[in-house]
């Protein structure tokens, strides 16, 4: 079945400092792939995604190319702003319009 | 486009009460909505999926009787946590998909505290 592993965290930056959060999976075909955000005490909203292999992702500078050689969709960013302190969440479909979430990897930044 | 709210944000109630979370799809019809539940600094868990007019599908380990589901209608999913115990005490939260694509929309949660 279709599977998702998400490096583990806490992560922590110094402002503008560089962002990358891996993400690998594994599924049948190429579906769609979805990174998630949440804000603390909030529930999630979708960061970015994409929808097939070579597609790349972005939102708020955030990037992430689904990667098929690698079976890859880590998510970057140039610089981080303290208000990119969340949890992000790496996720894909598995059957009818369900999810599969990584675990999550909390983002710390100092300002 | 795309909200889905919920209500209450935050709810405390005593052990032995039961609890109603409602979960509204706003400028969508939702064919189906999700319920998770999510412990402290960890991912959220599937509890049900519910389509509307039938009966909610259940993860496995997951007390049915114990979370109530009803989906009325294509804009409204309630979760019912019946005769609540403090190890009910979680954040819930709903998703819901209008069934085009794979994409989900998720509430903002309800933070249920059981004392």
């Known amino acids: 079945g279709n599977s998702v592993t998400q490096m583990e965290g806490p992560v922590t930056l110094s402002e503008e400092a560089f962002l990358t959060i891996n993400c690998t999976y594994t599924?049948?075909?190429?579906?769609?792939l979805f990174w998630y955000v949440q804000y603390p005490g909030e529930g999630l909203q979708l960061l970015l995604k994409a929808t097939k292999a070579d597609d790349k992702g972005s939102n708020k500078g955030f990037e992430a190319t689904y990667r098929k050689e690698t079976t890859s969709f880590h998510l970057e960013k140039g610089s981080v702003q303290v208000s990119d302190s969340a949890v992000y969440f790496c996720?894909?479909?598995?059957?009818?319009?369900?999810?599969?979430f990584g675990t999550g990897t909390r983002l710390k930044v100092l300002a | 486009g795309a909200v889905v709210s919920q209500h209450p944000s935050r709810v405390i109630c005593k052990s032995g009460t039961s609890v109603k979370i409602e979960c509204r799809s706003l400028d969508f019809q939702a064919t189906t909505m999700f319920w998770y539940r999510q412990f402290p600094k960890q991912s959220l868990m599937l509890m049900a999926t519910s389509n509307e007019g039938s009966k909610a599908t259940y993860e496995q380990g997951v007390e049915k009787d114990k979370f109530l589901i009803n989906h009325a209608s294509l804009t409204l999913s309630t979760l019912t946590v019946t005769s609540a115990h403090p190890e009910d005490s979680s954040f819930y939260i709903c998703s819901a998909a209008t069934g085009r694509d794979y994409e989900q929309y998720f509430g903002p949660g309800t933070r249920l505290t059981v004392t």
């Open positions: 599924a049948t075909g190429y579906p769609s």
């Open positions: 996720a894909l479909p598995s059957g009818t319009y369900k999810y599969i």
